[in-house]
């Protein structure tokens, strides 16, 4: 009986949600820009040479001596993007230092589009503004532990699980934990995605650097633990095999 095969039980996600019924979300949240994010900013304009010296890593324009118009390429700065120090600041081309933290992206789009407008650069400026570096972190009881970069800034709970493989056998499905950093550090959020509950929580739709943590039912073994464990099943099964052997020898002598 103890070395009996064990078969694993499947984990079941929303367990109480019937077919045919509406079940309303949580408000997606505004995404706020904070510190370390990586900004992407882009302008452009029906005149093109206007915005070349504010498109970091797009181009800019150089004049000759002879009055050419050169353009120049900096794709390595487009690549890493604006950083958000600990300000909360980003040095923008020319424009200088902008604080951005706490701002939506479409916040940040208008801010810079008003300055450009006001300052006399651009005067039919259209931002874009998107995060380069939107991540969270997936721990604990799931397949893939590990980083996941996020691509359109929108991502579920249960994006973020799946993405990782799905929970374990030895998942606390009603103790999925959601922690979400601001200024004054993290803020602890406990969900349960085995119900529709889920969907009414604020961390529901993740926001960029959020950790997910899927708390373990029970403590797992060590690998040494496990070995042990294993090794003590085969001598187990093996001095079970050689009593029986004993005990039909002896039954076939005594006949």
Do not use: H
């Not at 929303?14 to 309303?24: A, G």
């Not at 504010?54 to 900096?74: I, K, L, W």
């Amino acid at each position: 009986m103890m070395t009996s095969c064990i078969f694993p039980r499947k984990m079941v996600y929303l367990k109480d949600m019937r077919p045919e019924i509406l079940y309303t979300l949580s408000q997606r949240p505004e995404m706020r820009i904070q510190q370390n994010d990586r900004l992407k900013i882009t302008i452009s304009s029906r005149n093109p040479e206007l915005t070349a010296p504010f498109n970091v890593g797009a181009g800019g324009f150089q004049v000759s001596p002879e009055g050419d118009v050169r353009t120049t390429v900096q794709s390595n700065l487009l690549e890493s993007g604006f950083l958000v120090n600990r300000q909360g600041d980003i040095e923008f081309p020319i424009l200088g230092t902008i604080n951005v933290e706490g701002l939506t992206k479409q916040e940040v789009s208008n801010l810079i589009r008003n300055r450009l407008r006001d300052e006399r650069y651009i005067s039919d400026a259209l931002v874009t503004v998107d995060i380069l570096n939107f991540k969270i972190t997936v721990i604990g009881e799931v397949g893939r532990e590990g980083v996941q970069t996020i691509q359109d800034d929108k991502i579920t709970l249960l994006d973020a699980i799946i993405g990782a493989g799905g929970v374990t056998t030895n998942a606390s499905m009603d103790e999925v934990v959601v922690m979400r950093e601001d200024r004054r550090g993290y803020r602890l959020y406990v969900n349960d995605i085995s119900t529709v509950g889920v969907f009414a929580s604020p961390t529901y739709y993740l926001q960029q650097n959020d950790i997910v943590y899927v708390r373990p039912k029970t403590a797992r073994m060590t690998e040494r633990e496990t070995r042990t464990w294993q090794w003590y099943n085969t001598v187990l099964g093996l001095g079970t095999t050689f009593i029986s052997i004993l005990i039909l020898v002896n039954y076939y002598k005594t006949k």
